[in-house]
């Protein structure tokens, strides 16, 4: 009884002990956190003081910065209208490729019938060629 209880009270120290580190390390995990969170509001005043100082910088750049914005409004208009004009063109040199490559398919399918044709033609002279030929040999056969 006397060994049960001594290895309770073991347990329970070991448990308690565990405990003990897990505290001691969220502790440190803590530590570390909060000089983060230190490092990371240094900073971030740091940079509130140098945003305020160019918040003046920059309002004189806003003056100039509206007129430039102005001018190249104008420019983009300028722009807007050369480029519709270019659309036109290129609008219309769409048409007229269409149109040349409609005017081809026609040449081409021209063509094609004419080679039939010529093909027709030439099987036919050779044919005729050759019954010539025949007729010629039997004639001088015959005579």
């Known amino acids: 009884m006397l060994e049960e ?3 309770e009270l073991i347990d329970e120290c070991n448990h308690l002990k565990e405990r003990m580190y897990q505290y001691e390390n969220e502790k440190a995990e803590r530590e570390v956190a909060v000089r983060q969170l230190q ?3 240094a900073d971030s005043l740091k940079k509130k003081s140098m945003s305020e100082a160019s918040l003046e910088v920059l309002s004189s ?3 100039s910065l509206e007129e430039e914005r102005q001018d190249l409004k104008k420019k983009l208009g300028q722009i807007e209208c050369q480029l519709q004009e270019a ?3 290129h609008t219309d ?4 490729a269409a149109k040349m ?10 063509h094609a019938k004419s080679q039939v044709t010529i093909k027709n033609q030439a099987d036919k002279i050779e044919q005729l060629q050759k019954n010539l030929s025949s007729l ?3 004639e001088l056969e015959n005579s």
């Open 5 to 7: 209880r001594n290895k």
């Open 39 to 41: 490092e990371e509001l």
């Open 61 to 63: 750049y806003r003056l």
């Open 87 to 89: 659309q036109d063109r």
């Open 93 to 96: 040199a769409l048409r007229q």
């Open 101 to 110: 490559e409609d005017h081809l398919q026609k040449l081409e399918v021209e």
């Open 136 to 138: 010629v040999q039997q």
